[in-house]
């Protein structure tokens, strides 16, 4: 405005004049108006551009500084906007922040999904080559069967509510959302209005599945498949949905064990120590494999290459675990989280690698892939708790004790005559239970007094912001806690639905059919591979 103000007064000057009464004079005059209006009608636009852009700044500040502020001063929004008095539309930053948020889910959710295969190599191969479709048959049917027991009740007795003050209501079991119910409504005929439960129902779905997979390894080359699809349906529809309920699902441990709660990022104890107890159980009760511990050389694994390519896909599918566990991608400091856990999580499987293969080394006088493998998923199961509140020393030392503690559970198993085939309990149970306890012992709160756990980079704190001292007690507490719970309860658990299977001769093959193998007997093909003979070269798939 006052570039304009001083351009008339100069243009005034110069028109008062005598020689300015020339028309062509008069005419550029006018033109050099027009020049200066438009000049000052761009700055004031561009003014109103970095206005506009700094409230916008102001807005993602405040989102990522303060989301639980944000969220509880403002109306729910909604992608249908029904009422402006109860709800509202989406902000710009809130759009960009949920389309990241889901791209996150899905991408971590699928990685882990993708650890199945993972599983199902390293499951054949170290059984012998007569079973390797019938391991190949459970690994599929733990994904199916399990997705639908998920689907049914599982998601709802993890997370299913009601909730009160952000805590499961009756702290045990949810009660709500039986086979998707709630996860979308229609506030207005032709108007479907979804959640972001989906996005949480796809990532847990995948982390069901990993729990039930651990298992089948436990219980390979001897149990029928009938039987063991009735223990697979249960552990995904009920026994580790309950575990879910008491920690992710914001149950008793959550709140009423300490002021901190317990701390498993990412599920040593919720997830692996759960397949782990149960493989456990069920390998008790279905008893060794017909001679194995009369010719031990005879049930050596068939496929190391198996093995190794299993074993770097679910190092792969890890980080999805893990770092998928940040449960979101929307601020520099859960972007900065995913990046410590996954430094943490290579660490950790490198370290336990190395331990084992070493003690292998030192016991055998050789090398030993087999041990090397185990030893890398002994050191990744040890991390999976503590990856988020832990620095990457302590993730070296976590995983060093994990290796020591794996082969000392895997010798012990074998001198009891437990058959563990791919050594499931030492890998997933003892590891499981090491590193929810690590979890605690490793936070990096100040010495023993301060705590972190679920705070992240910053410590637990009290209503006035003040960080909250012997808080470290409380948390261990907590996690002591979560490993006796949660193992007592797969425990007794799978005692109950294994135990009478086997009773019922319903759970344990015959020894003819062990002997011939489950994949003569029972499959068609009749062999997995058919290399070196006739026709091998070829593969007809018949619909």
Known sequence: MKMMLHARL?????????????????????????????????????????????????????????????????????????????????????????????????????????????????????????????ILLKNLTDVCVGTLGWWMSGWAFAYGGPMVDGYLENGFIGTDQFFGAGFMSTPKAGMIEPTGAIKSWFFQW?????????????????????GYCIFSFVMTAF?????????????????????????????????????????????????????????????NPHSLPLIVLGTFILWFGWYGFNCGSTLGMTTAAKGMMAAQVAMNTTIAGATGGLTVF??????????????????????????????????VGPAFVIALIGGFLYQGASALLRKVKVDDPIDAFAVHGVCGAWGTLAAALFDWGDGFDLYHGWSGFACAQD????????????????????VLAIASWVAAWSTIIFLPLRLANFLRASDSVQQEGFDAAKHSPSKAYAMGEPGAGSCVISA
């Open 239 to 299: 026994i580790y949905p309950v575990c879910v309920a008491w920690t992710w699902g914001y149950g008793f441990l959550a709140k009423d064990i300490s002021d901190v709660g317990y701390m498993d990022f990412a599920g040593s104890g919720v997830v692996h120590m759960t397949g782990g107890v149960g493989a456990l159980v069920g390998a008790i009760i279905a008893g060794p494999r017909m001679g194995r511990f009369d010719n031990p050389d005879a049930f």
């Open 206 to 226: 995948a982390f069901c599945g990993a729990a039930a997979t651990i298992v089948s390894g436990g219980v390979a080359e001897r149990v029928n498949f009938p």
């Open 358 to 391: 070493t003690l292998r080394l030192a016991l055998l006088k050789k090398y030993d892939i087999g041990g090397f493998c185990n030893g890398i998923l002994a050191g990744l199961v040890s991390i999976t708790a503590p990856c988020g509140n832990v620095e």
């Open 10 to 134: 100069v243009l005034g000057v110069f028109l008062a004049r005598p020689e300015a009464a020339n028309p062509s004079l008069n005419d550029r005059v006018a033109e050099l108006e027009r020049l200066v209006l438009k000049q000052q009608e761009l700055l004031s636009s561009q003014e109103e551009q970095f206005q506009e852009t700094q409230h916008m700044l102001s807005d993602i500040s405040r989102a990522a500084a303060e989301p639980r502020r944000l969220a509880a001063t403002t109306l729910p929004p909604k992608v249908h906007v029904i009422d402006n008095t109860t709800e509202r539309a989406f902000t710009d930053i809130e759009n960009l922040q949920q389309a990241l948020d889901h791209t996150w889910f899905i991408l971590c959710g699928a990685l882990v999904m993708f650890m199945q295969a993972g599983f199902a190599m390293v499951e054949s191969g170290c059984c012998r080559a007569k079973n390797v479709q019938n």
């Open 463 to 482: 209503a006035s912001g003040v960080c909250l001292k012997g808080a470290w007690g409380g948390g261990m507490a907590a996690n002591v806690v979560e």
